[in-house]
């Protein structure tokens, strides 16, 4: 597997356990050694979650604000249709993406 998409997942696995810290160091990581990278986009989506979880409410419309200026037609509906993720992940994904201001 690729360490661009092991870095993703060590941080969605972090979001699964509830390790919200670990999940946004994980997006940190990416971002940083893969800057602009074909999973920008899922980082970007994975440290929203992180996030809002941790409460950083600011943070998260921010980088919700940077989304949609890379992606203006950007909506959390077409994404997850797009991945097709369980229930169980679709839903408080949804939830928290929505909170930091990222249409439906």
């Known amino acids: 597997m690729e360490l661009n998409l092991l870095t993703i997942d060590r941080a969605r696995s972090a979001l699964a356990g509830g390790d919200a810290v670990v999940a946004v160091q994980a997006v940190d990581d990416y971002d940083a050694r893969f800057p602009g990278g074909a999973l920008a986009q899922e980082a970007a989506v994975l440290r929203i979650e992180a996030l809002v979880k941790l409460g950083r409410l600011d943070e998260a419309k921010a980088a919700a604000a940077r989304v949609l200026a890379l992606q203006p037609g950007f909506s959390i ?6 991945l097709d993720p369980a229930p169980a992940i ?5 939830a928290a993406l929505q909170e930091a201001g990222l249409p439906a």
């Not at 509906?77 to 797009?82: D, E, L, P, S």
């Not at 679709?90 to 949804?94: G, I, R």
């Open 90 to 94: 679709a839903v408080p994904l949804s």
């Open 77 to 82: 509906g077409a994404w997850c249709a797009a």
